[in-house]
């Protein structure tokens, strides 16, 4: 007896539907169980991981905080992995804008003008678009894989920042400690609100996921996407260049990796430091694909990961068990929804007689 | 020639109520065949009527969902190829499984026994390719092959395994006429010594010429059994099709107006180490002809789309001219706004992108050239949606699509339908230069010919038509003036009523004119 997967005629619409609903029970389940095997009350551990968090308003800030770089990196990942080219080293460009847009406020740290955020954040852009334009340049150029280089810049970037910030860009007055002078108060990304730390970073990341989901759906951009994506061949055919696709869709979610990387220092941190995010480049690729590489799910899920930073850390603080349980959760998300997704594609059938049953999957 | 022993003489097929579904479809729906010893049996029908399906389960590729099979008087089931070779059916494939880094005898070796030395393999394929007019040399490259070579190494290592039923499919289609001639002499011999064939293939004359009987397949069942010889083409078209098929009607065709499409010794390197270059092509068509370009798959057809597509633009500016601009570099958008169309031969993902719906593929053809029509908001390029939508409309209805709901992927149409989707969307525009690669392939009869009929109208209305296809009836059906490609050489151009067959084949296999004397016509 096997498993095997039939090939359906037609996309299954309750399947479409029901697909995230049954990866989130079934990480919930696979949670639970993990949680049991660290001698931990399963529903307890659930309930502070994934209830507690959204029932002060302070925590709905940091919510807020986690989901915006992480909404904001993914709608830009989703249009390059719409037109089939894999940025995989978000959090390098993220690295890098944050770097590139802390220039002036570490460099002019007495400039105080109403220019200097503005300016800030579109350095931030500038960096982050211009080092993701390095892989593609290579793909273009050299025919290399994005895949891996865009991946390898990635601890490029993260040591290159870890150098200035013990070296170059140290804070004299810091006491030693591996960190930037703080940015002056115009240097700072206002609060959004008034009753906590949410910054304009959401407003950002929410203009960008509307706009690009106007660019995907009603824009001819969109469809040179789409077309470029699904067969390059045809892209050719209809005289859209395969070329300037790369271009534009690496660094644009370069530019928006380094947009979030930038608001993410100004608007939480305050300082340039060695370690400016915890993933949030990785996790994203996770948001775009939770979000089925739409601008509007993405929103939707960029949230739910949000959700599992902030209580891997309350499961640290409250049940004493490590915070990298998120990571745990984020992978059991991913897992779960490619897989569950499968089921909108095919149907699982049972097979007895095994002899018969391999060819008929090549048909 | 042998009479063959009827079906009640104990066959040595017999198939009962077979039945294939793939989910709800059925593919093959209960199908009784019966194949007698020494029999060449002929399965017609057309693209997508179930042949493939039947063989597969004949040959243990896929499981029957119902029905039963007996050989030589017993029930089996066929579980794998393995085992159909074991019984002694041998399966020649459409698309050859061959190394091509690898010689004959090696390619011979990958199917037999492990332990038989090769030197011995080699020598029996020699022995036999001799003993069956297949001659072969055991220690060629398959790289260095003609595909007619190819498929001699096919049948041989077939044969090898003496079987008593030889399944071909389609073995025809990758053939000039004299390989084809060739191959009949073969199927001949072993029908002489007593070995039965199944013989796949929707080419009728040939049916009519050497099967003793046919089967003829339409949506997955059997719609008639017959004496091909007995048959006219029309007769077992109808079998075929289930209604009568349209004739092309051709009358007022005259090639006597301007020049429109010109190419001056146009050399293509290879792009790929798997691509053909193109040396030195020349032609020229008018207002009003039909060029049929005609040759075996994989002879430059390809190449010589892209080079007039621009879709690989060439190097000089002037070596190709539209309507009398030189667009040698222009890119295909720019070629379009020249007033040409295009039609390449991969519907999927090339003249199409099956995961989209048809007005998004409408767009992919015509988002420069209608750029008033379907795009607004200027530089922001917003998509007018209920414009693209309403086109799709009209083409469909035009060109009779037939599809389910209103606006479906195109990959959900059958290949005949979005074919004349395709065909529409560029005649939709009244282009005055159309070149379309491979219009028919894999087309139903009734769509081929609607789309073959609209051809000869563009053209008759004063546009130049380029078709290339390897479909040689297609060819004589639709064109004025036919030129050949062989190994990216295109040969002169002749008028169609001068060529037969015969030297088209000849031209087909690299011969050229200095060989039957200068009937040739340069069209300048």
């Known amino acids: 007896m096997r498993l095997e997967l039939q090939k359906r005629a037609q996309v299954s619409t309750l399947f479409s539907i029901l697909s995230p609903l049954l990866a989130l029970a079934l990480t919930l389940v696979v949670g639970g169980i993990m949680f049991w095997a660290l001698g931990k009350s399963p529903t307890g551990a659930l309930y502070t991981f994934f209830v507690e968090p959204l029932l002060d308003v302070w925590s709905l800030h940091e919510l807020v905080i986690k989901a915006a770089p992480l909404i904001l990196i993914a709608v830009g990942l989703a249009i390059c992995y719409r037109s089939n080219n894999w940025n995989i080293g978000a959090e390098g460009q993220f690295t890098i804008g944050a770097i590139t847009g802390s220039i002036l406020p570490v460099l002019y740290p007495e400039w105080h003008s109403p220019m200097i955020l503005p300016l800030m954040l579109v350095m931030g852009m500038i960096g982050g678009a211009l080092y993701a334009g390095i892989p593609a340049f290579l793909k273009i150029r050299c025919n290399t894989n994005e895949i891996l280089t865009s991946l390898m810049l990635v601890y490029i970037a993260q040591l290159f920042l870890d150098w200035l910030v013990r070296g170059p860009w140290r804070d004299p007055q810091g006491y030693n400690f591996p960190q930037t002078k703080s940015f002056q108060v115009e240097a700072v990304l206002p609060e959004v609100l008034d009753s906590g730390r949410a910054h304009m970073g959401i407003v950002f990341t929410l203009l960008a996921a509307v706009l690009l989901w106007f660019m995907m759906r009603f824009m001819l951009k969109g469809f040179q996407v789409s077309v470029l994506g699904q067969s390059a061949r045809a892209g050719r055919f209809a005289g859209f260049s395969a070329k300037n696709m790369v271009w534009f869709s690496m660094l644009l979610s370069g530019a928006l990796a380094g947009l979030a990387g930038i608001s993410e220092v100004s608007g939480s941190i305050g300082h340039l430091q060695p370690t400016i995010s915890p993933g949030y480049g990785f996790t994203a690729i996770i948001v775009a694909f939770l979000g089925r590489l739409n601008p509007l799910g993405i929103v939707a899920s960029g949230f739910v990961l949000a959700l599992t930073y902030l209580g891997g850390e309350a499961a640290q603080l409250s049940i004493g068990i490590s915070d990298k349980v998120s990571r745990v959760f984020q992978g059991l998300i991913l897992f779960f929804v490619l897989s569950c997704d499968t089921l909108i594609h095919y149907r699982i059938r049972l097979i007895f007689n095994p002899s018969a049953a391999t060819a008929e999957a090549k048909n | ?524």
């Open chain 2, 1 to 524: 020639m042998t009479v063959s022993e009827g079906p009640e003489a104990k066959p040595l097929l017999s198939i009962r109520g077979l039945t294939k579904f793939f989910g709800s479809f059925a593919a093959c729906d209960s199908i009784d065949l019966d194949i007698g010893h020494g029999e060449i049996h002929a399965l017609l029908g057309e693209n997508g009527a179930g042949k493939s399906t039947l063989v597969k389960m004949l040959f243990g590729v896929l499981e029957p969902s119902a029905g039963s099979i007996s050989w030589d008087g017993a029930p089996v089931t066929i579980a794998s190829p393995g085992e159909a070779r074991q019984r002694g059916i041998g399966m020649v494939f459409q698309h050859f499984s061959l190394f091509e880094a690898l010689t004959v005898a090696e390619n011979i070796a990958l199917s037999l026994d492990a332990r038989i030395p090769l030197a011995k393999i080699a020598e029996e394929t020699a022995t036999v390719s001799k003993a069956y007019g297949l001659p072969l040399d055991p220690s060629a490259h398959v790289a260095d092959l003609s595909v007619g070579e190819r498929q001699r190494i096919e049948i041989v290592r077939a044969l090898l395994q003496n079987p008593k039923l030889i399944i071909l499919d389609e073995p025809t289609s990758v053939l000039t006429p004299q390989e084809a001639e060739r191959l009949f002499e073969t199927l001949m011999r072993l029908k002489a010594e007593g070995r039965s064939v199944l013989y796949i293939s929707h080419r009728l004359e040939e049916v009519r010429r050497i099967c003793d009987r046919a089967t003829v397949l339409r949506h997955g069942k059997v719609t008639g059994a017959c004496d091909p010889k007995r048959e006219t083409p029309a007769s077992l078209a109808r079998m075929m099709v289930g209604t009568e098929v349209a004739e092309v009607k051709r009358e007022g065709l005259a090639d006597t107006g301007e020049v429109l499409v010109e190419m001056k010794d146009v050399s293509v390197a290879p792009r790929t180490p798997f691509s053909v270059s193109l040396k030195d092509v020349s032609l020229k068509v008018r207002a009003g002809e039909v060029l049929a370009i005609a040759g075996v798959a994989g002879n430059g057809q390809s190449e010589l789309f892209d080079a007039l597509s621009g879709e690989y633009p060439i190097a000089d500016e002037g070596r190709i001219r539209l309507r009398g601009r030189a667009v040698g570099r222009l890119g295909i958008n720019g070629r379009r706004l020249v007033g040409a169309g295009f039609v390449p031969e991969e519907r999927h993902g090339h003249a199409a992108v099956p995961g989209l719906p048809l007005s998004d593929n409408l767009l992919l053809a015509r988002s420069r050239s209608d750029k008033k029509a379907f795009l607004s908001g200027g530089f922001l390029s917003v998509l007018r949606r209920d414009a693209i939508q309403s086109a799709a409309r009209r083409i469909c209805s035009v060109m009779d699509v037939r599809k389910s709901g209103e606006d479906p992927a195109a990959g959900s149409l059958s290949g005949g339908n979005l074919q004349k989707f395709i065909v529409g969307r560029e005649l939709d525009r009244q282009p005055s230069v159309l070149v379309i690669n491979q219009p028919t392939w894999g087309v139903d009869a009734g769509a081929a010919s609607r789309i073959r009929q609209a051809l000869i109208d563009l053209a008759k209305a004063g546009s130049a038509v380029i078709v290339i296809s390897q479909d040689l009836d297609e060819i004589f059906e639709i064109a004025t003036t036919i030129a050949v490609i062989s190994d990216g050489k295109l040969s002169a151009p002749y008028p169609a009523g001068d060529l037969s067959m015969e030297q088209i084949g000849l031209l087909m296999g690299g011969i050229h004119e200095s060989h039957f004397g200068g009937e040739a016509r340069y069209a300048s």
